[in-house]
């Protein structure tokens, strides 16, 4: 059976015969004509690498057909409707008559608003020269030179209750205008103007407030935002890299200005708002500031996020968080957020400092309040009971909970607070019967207290020297500025400067100096701005006596404060 079955299989082979089927999977033409001809009817082993003629040899002959051409031209400007034209009779001229181009006007707007402000830059640069003009020699004894911000139309009849520099770029200045109760007619119940002190005859940007401003500050890593705080407890809030065509124009004095209003406002939401007036606004950052010298790109830092600090004067911190916003969107419902706007507030957590006292307070009034630098956690408000009251924003129970003066000393308002703003953890505190005192933040009881030092007059403000660390100024209400070096005298002021009597200084506000604290611009001679009862704005370059420090200058005083305490 088997042989039968291969016998069979044998003779069918030869019958059967398979086919051969081939197929091209893929083809890869030549890239060049000359290749293509080569492969065609040259050789395959060769190819042609370069061609040499002669430097004389303008022209080369090759194996293709003369290419046509047509010799077009072209006018620009355009005048009249015919730009272009033609050689050639045939050639289809209507494709380079004038048409109208489109634009992107929104790339357009956004390149001339960064050209702009790159250009206006460079004309401030190059116009500071002309402007050092305006710098005389001072007649003060702690600044060598200043100058004088001009007193412009606008802000006739406006009076500065606070100033203050930028801690990042310290050649910005802010200062806050209110008509106040003057009777003369004013544009506005407030302005806030920002200064670039190196252009001093204009405002760099002028803020217009609808209701009268009490106090105002930069954001803190790039002076992009101005926060202010209102008379009617709202908070508003200024970008300043907002086009200005979204903001109005007046003329005063036949002279247009540019007046920009609040990207932001905490009145058109009236939970957020304050129930009486907002006495200071600070910005709370989550630790120490970023460092001066560190290399940035500007843009970065858009989406760096931190709190802000308002403080009504009935006893309410109020705490927000600045969201700036990549882009505008058209379906955003916030109704304090302005149209084409990019910067908001939410109102994190709200701080009734009533609640943390035990004593009777029906009454009770703040004015100030400050961080502590190494902590921002920590808070400071000072109040017209005559102590200061020390919180958390978040966590326990803050000890000690009330700074006082001792029992046998006669309460007095508080008036102004201020933090050493090296390693020290200690803090001024000015009075309205003219006393100031030092304080430990681990003692309710002031260290050190200076009561006559001005003749009974109240303290207006108080301000630690950003240069040296023994050094503060107190300005009291009869416009007098005493002059504090602890190092050398630790009982009386080393110098008083009296101004006259055209000469009424409201607030002072120290620039950051850069080789002690190591905020600020490098290379600038740290200033003091001093704003005057008539408008006019003062800015004084520190002498080297007042700007110069010795290198242990900080240990010694350590060991001065650690033997008071």
Not at 303 to 332: I, P, R
Request: aromatic letters at 8%.
């Amino acid at each position: 059976m088997a042989n039968k079955q291969y016998q069979r299989a044998a003779e069918l082979s030869k019958l059967i015969d398979l086919d051969f089927v081939a197929y091209d999977m893929f083809e890869m033409l030549p890239v060049k004509e000359y290749d293509m001809y080569m492969r065609t009817f040259g050789r395959m082993d060769t190819k042609q690498a370069y061609v040499q003629t002669d430097e004389t040899q303008l022209e080369i002959e090759t194996q293709t057909e003369s290419t046509e051409s047509i010799e077009h031209w072209t006018q620009h400007p355009a005048e009249g409707v015919m730009v272009s034209g033609s050689n050639s009779a045939s050639a289809d001229t209507s494709v380079f008559t004038h048409q109208q181009q489109q634009y992107d006007a929104v790339r357009l707007a956004k390149f001339l608003q960064n050209a702009g402000g790159v250009v206006t830059m460079l004309l401030e640069e190059n116009n500071a020269s002309d402007s050092s003009t305006s710098v005389v020699r001072s007649t003060t004894s702690f600044s060598d030179k200043c100058l004088s911000l001009a007193q412009l139309p606008i802000l006739q009849g406006l009076a500065v209750v606070q100033c203050m520099f930028s801690s990042a770029q310290s050649n910005l200045l802010l200062t806050t205008h209110t008509a106040g109760s003057s009777h003369q007619e004013t544009i506005a119940q407030g302005l806030v103007c920002v200064w670039n002190i190196s252009e001093p005859a204009l405002p760099y940007r002028i803020l217009a407030c609808k209701v009268e401003p009490f106090c105002a500050c930069f954001s803190p890593y790039r002076a992009n935002l101005v926060f202010a705080g209102l008379l009617d407890g709202s908070v508003v809030v200024y970008d300043l890299e907002e086009p200005a065509s979204l903001h109005s124009s007046v003329n005063v004095g036949d002279q247009p200005w540019l007046l920009r209003n609040s990207t932001y406002t905490t009145a058109a939401v009236e939970d957020d708002c304050h129930h009486s007036s907002v006495r200071a606004v600070l910005p709370v950052t989550a630790g120490a500031q970023m460092p001066a010298d560190l290399d940035v790109d500007v843009d970065s830092t858009s989406g760096l996020s931190y709190q802000l600090a308002s403080l009504e004067d009935q006893g309410v911190l109020c705490l927000w968080v600045v969201v700036e916003l990549q882009k505008t969107t058209l379906g955003e419902s916030d109704p304090g957020l302005s149209p084409g706007g990019k910067v908001k507030l939410i109102k994190s957590s709200v701080i009734n400092l009533i609640t943390l006292l035990r004593e009777q307070t029906f009454g009770l009034q703040t004015v100030d309040v400050k961080l502590l630098p190494s902590n921002p956690n920590h808070f400071y408000v000072a109040c017209d009971r005559g102590f200061i009251i020390h919180g958390l924003k978040y966590g326990g129970k803050a000890l000690p909970r009330i700074y006082g003066c001792g029992e046998s000393e006669v309460i007095s308002e508080v008036t102004c607070l201020d933090f050493s703003p090296f390693d020290l953890n200690c803090f001024l505190a000015g009075y309205s019967d003219g006393s100031v005192r030092l304080f430990s933040i681990d003692s309710d009881q002031a260290l050190v207290s200076w009561l006559h030092t001005t003749m009974g007059e109240a303290v207006v403000a108080v301000k630690w020297s950003r240069s040296s660390p023994a050094m503060f100024y107190v300005l009291d209400s009869a416009h007098h500025l005493h002059i504090w070096n602890l190092l050398k005298n630790d009982a009386l002021p080393i110098k008083t400067e009296n101004f006259s009597s055209d000469k009424r200084p409201t607030a002072i506000a120290f620039s950051e100096d850069h080789n002690t604290t190591r905020d600020g611009l490098p290379s600038r001679v740290p200033k003091i701005a001093i704003p005057m009862q008539s408008g006019v704005v003062e800015i004084h370059y520190l002498s080297k006596e007042y700007r110069e420090s010795q290198h242990d200058d900080l240990a010694r005083l350590q060991v001065l404060y650690q033997s008071a305490s």
